[in-house]
Structures are given as structure tokens and as C-alpha cells.
T-cell receptor
Framework: GAVVSQHPSWVICKSGTSVKIECRSLDFQATTMFWYRQFPKQSLMLMATSNEGSKATYEQGVEKDKFLINHASLTLSTLTVTSAHPEDSSFYIC????????????FGEGSRLTVL | AQSVSQHNHHVILSEAASLELGCNYSYGGTVNLFWYVQYPGQHLQLLLKYFSGDPLVKGIKGFEAEFIKSKFSFNLRKPSVQWSDTAEYFCAVNLRPGANSKLTFGKGITLSVRP
């Protein structure tokens, strides 16, 4: 149980285009999902906390208009990288916490974005 | 600011050697503590967690960790590593546990086990 799935697992796009990444909790409901960014050989950097039915809470330094987050249902959150540039190339990971749970997170497989 | 420190960046061991990976956090309140592992090409998986109770927790694949509150530490141990333990290991802390609370990760430690 507690499976989180991300799609796509990798994507290549041209500079200036927008890319949407989906995060789904397959066998549980998640009122809260988190989006992380991981640079090579570095830790996971929290970008934003996504709450179902409300606006996401962004960490300091993360551009809200650049990284649009939508948590439309208890099983789906999306991250849209708008007007992508090469510096946005990274590994994006989502995680979800089952509703009523205050502890561990379950992680998706990650999505590798390469912007040319 | 609250932070999580992992002391080594890259640890290289031979098979059957014992392992201890350090993790310290800076926060004086209630915490939940986790160790996650990321095998090459795979996503993060939970190794073990501490919420309360016995400070020595056992996880999957023979791993254990000990929470020492006075030292703000949660070190990961394994008596005898295997080649398949080669992976990236992340310590994470949930400060002020709650439904919306965030996990703060350490920088991770790369473990390479030589056959």
C-alpha cells in the first residue's frame, strides 16, 4: 500500500514551453502533498506544500508564477513549470502523506526535466 | 534555523563491514525522525522511522537507528553491509509533527560497498 506515482518519469522540452508533471496517490487519499527538487549529488529541496482545495504554500525563493501547483483532488497534485529555461532542468519529486497521518511521507519515482 | 546535518558525503566500505551513518538535527521540540534510502535509478524508500517510545528502532534490511535526544542525533547502523546496500541515504526530520508539517532532509550520504 501507500504508492505514489509520478508522470512523466522524464521529459525533454524546448526553452520557453511549459511542462506539467502529475503526482497521484494510488491507494490512499492525501490532503497534503509536497513537491521537492533534487539537484545532482544534493539533498531534496522542498519547493511547496500542496493542500487539496486550497492554494499551495511556497518555500522562500521559489517563484509561484514559475512553478504552478494545483491539488484538485485528494489523489492528484500537478506541478507546471511555466516558460521553462535550461536552469529549470532538474529532478522533481512529489510526496504524499495519507490523510489523518502526521508522520512519514511516501515518495513518487521522480520526474527528470531537461530543458534544451 | 532548523537543520539536519549528515556528517559524511561518501562512505566506502567492503562487504561485511559495519556501518554507522551520522545524523544530527537542530531543534529543541518534538520531532519525528526518518531514514530514507535511494537505490540507483529508484525512488526514495523508507528504511525506518522514530516517533516515540523505544529510542532504538529497527527497520528493513537489517538497518537500525538510535535516537539520542541529549545529542540531537539519530544515527543509522548496520552490523554487516552487503553490496546491495550501495545507495544514497537521507536522514529527515519532521519538526512539530502535524498534518501539514514538512520533512527537512539532510544532504545525503552516498554509500558504496565493494564486493
Amino acid at each position: 500500500g501507500a504508492v505514489v506515482s509520478q508522470h512523466p518519469s522524464w521529459v525533454i522540452c524546448k526553452s520557453g514551453t511549459s511542462v506539467k508533471i502529475e503526482c497521484r496517490s494510488l491507494d490512499f487519499q492525501a490532503t497534503t502533498m509536497f513537491w521537492y527538487r533534487q539537484f545532482p549529488k544534493q539533498s531534496l529541496m522542498l519547493m511547496a506544500t500542496s493542500n487539496e482545495g486550497s492554494k499551495a504554500t511556497y518555500e522562500q525563493g521559489v517563484e509561484k508564477d514559475k512553478f504552478l501547483i494545483n491539488h484538485a483532488s485528494l489523489t492528484l497534485s500537478t506541478l507546471t513549470v511555466t516558460s521553462a529555461h535550461p536552469e529549470d532542468s532538474s529532478f522533481y519529486i512529489c510526496s504524499a502523506r495519507p490523510a489523518g497521518n502526521t508522520g512519514e511521507l511516501f515518495f513518487g519515482e521522480g520526474s527528470r526535466l531537461t530543458v534544451l | 534555523a532548523q537543520s539536519v546535518s549528515q556528517h559524511n558525503h561518501h562512505v566506502i566500505l567492503s562487504e561485511a563491514a559495519s556501518l554507522e551513518l551520522g545524523c544530527n538535527y537542530s531543534y529543541g521540540g518534538t520531532v519525528n525522525l526518518f531514514w530514507y534510502v535511494q537505490y540507483p535509478g529508484q525512488h526514495l524508500q523508507l528504511l525506518l522511522k522514530y516517533f516515540s517510545g523505544d529510542p532504538l528502532v529497527k527497520g528493513i534490511k537489517g538497518f537500525e537507528a538510535e535516537f539520542i535526544k541529549s545529542k540531537f542525533s539519530f544515527n543509522l547502523r548496520k552490523p554487516s553491509v552487503q553490496w546491495s546496500d550501495t545507495a544514497e541515504y537521507f536522514c529527515a526530520v519532521n519538526l512539530r509533527p502535524g498534518a501539514n508539517s514538512k520533512l527537512t532532509f539532510g544532504k545525503g550520504i552516498t554509500l558504496s560497498v565493494r564486493p
